[in-house]
């Protein structure tokens, strides 16, 4: 599709539909009546609990989590909400519960993303001895909680029960968060290579992709991983010295995000043409991010790289010991979040998850154009 053609579709679609990024349009416009969710902590609503959840982070369902729009903990990592929690605003929806909490209305859809998952199944950390502070899902098991979530519909895949998979997808989108920071994270100090796990990982998220496609998803949005070298946890386990980027970043790791972003968005090229009848969304965080880190006092942030919530002061406030981080008993929060870029020093704020659901939201960074995602959806 030309470059043209997305302007003409952004200046049309976006006042008809969403009137304003975030503004509530009548449920008759509703492009989409359900959404489905999948992906790590940048998307969880509240699925992870104490048994599973990686030390590090340990204290998520204690304030200042939640504390800025919530005013009380939900088990986000943030002070509010999330890109998905925003999606869920511009689409008149409810935010979407977390799977696990059974006692939740999913009528407009659930959430299956698990904090500190990973795309490659956990049993390739356990064989490389890598499972401190790992989770044992990824995102083959919110995959398994999708059919288990759906098995009473009948629905196996569109070709043998195309009437009851049109029901489960019928008015639905599929949001895939981001997924696979937690496996480059995960191998750090190890002698497992980044290139080993892009290859794995990459792998599974086309095949869960895929598998949800063929069961008869129509519409699709999928994140690539953000600039993670920006993140207050780079600075820390980055070798020193360290090359930075052009925007002050760790170079290395935000090379790592990109070289995963292409590759995936490799496959999802190859998935449209598998699915020509589905539309698949590529959300493009990493230029999102940059966009964002490189103008900082645009978006009305002060703070890039210091963490809000943390301990140890200096330039990023973060310490990765379950006693200094985030709503450990000697952390502190600073008194503006709306300031900061980085919540606790491996998430972001409300404001920054603000900031990228906009930049999805207006079209600019993804392809196609979320107004084309939500013009074929009315079509349909």
Request: with cysteine.
């Amino acid at each position: 599709m030309s470059s043209f053609l997305y302007f003409a579709l952004l200046t049309i679609f976006i006042p008809i539909i969403l009137h304003s990024p975030f503004s509530h349009a009548s449920p008759r416009t509703r492009p989409f009546d359900k959404v489905y969710v999948f992906g790590d902590s940048y998307t969880d609503t509240g699925n992870l609990n104490d048994a599973t959840r990686p030390s590090v982070f340990h204290h998520v369902d204690s304030l200042p989590y939640g504390r800025t729009f919530f005013h009380h903990p939900t088990n986000r990592y943030s002070n509010g909400r999330l890109v998905i929690d925003f999606i869920a605003e511009s689409l008149n929806l409810p935010y979407f519960p977390p799977y696990l909490n059974k006692h939740t209305k999913t009528t407009h859809g659930v959430n299956f993303a698990i904090s500190g998952c990973t795309a490659i199944p956990y049993s390739f950390f356990a064989k490389n001895n890598l499972t401190t502070n790992t989770v044992p899902q990824s995102l083959t098991t919110q995959l398994t909680w999708f059919k288990e979530y759906t098995k009473g519909s009948g629905c196996k895949d569109a070709v043998s029960t195309p009437a009851k998979c049109k029901a489960v997808f019928n008015g639905a989108l599929v949001w895939i968060g981001q997924m696979a920071a937690n496996d480059y994270n995960y191998i750090t100090g190890s002698k497992i290579t980044s290139k080993t796990v892009q290859k794995l990982a990459i792998k599974y998220q086309t095949q869960v992709i895929n598998e949800l496609l063929k069961m008869g998803a129509k519409h699709v949005v999928v994140q690539g991983l953000p600039a993670t070298g920006c993140l207050p946890l780079s600075f820390i386990i980055a070798p020193r010295p360290t090359e930075l980027d052009q925007i002050g970043c760790v170079a290395f790791k935000n090379k790592e995000s990109y070289d995963h972003n292409m590759a995936l968005q490799a496959k999802l090229h190859e998935l449209r043409k598998m699915h020509p009848s589905a539309v698949i969304v590529y959300g493009d965080d990493w230029h999102a991010y940059r966009e964002v880190f490189r103008n900082a006092a645009k978006y009305g942030f002060v703070e890039r790289f210091k963490a809000c919530c943390g301990s140890g002061g200096g330039a990023y406030n973060f310490v990765p010991d379950p006693r200094s981080t985030c709503g450990a008993p000697g952390a502190m929060s600073c008194k503006d979040p709306s300031r900061y870029m980085s919540w606790d020093g491996l998430h972001v704020t409300e404001g920054l998850n603000r900031a990228v659901s906009k930049l999805f939201i207006d079209g600019l960074f993804a392809q196609p154009p979320f107004p084309y995602l939500l013009k074929k959806a009315v079509e349909s």
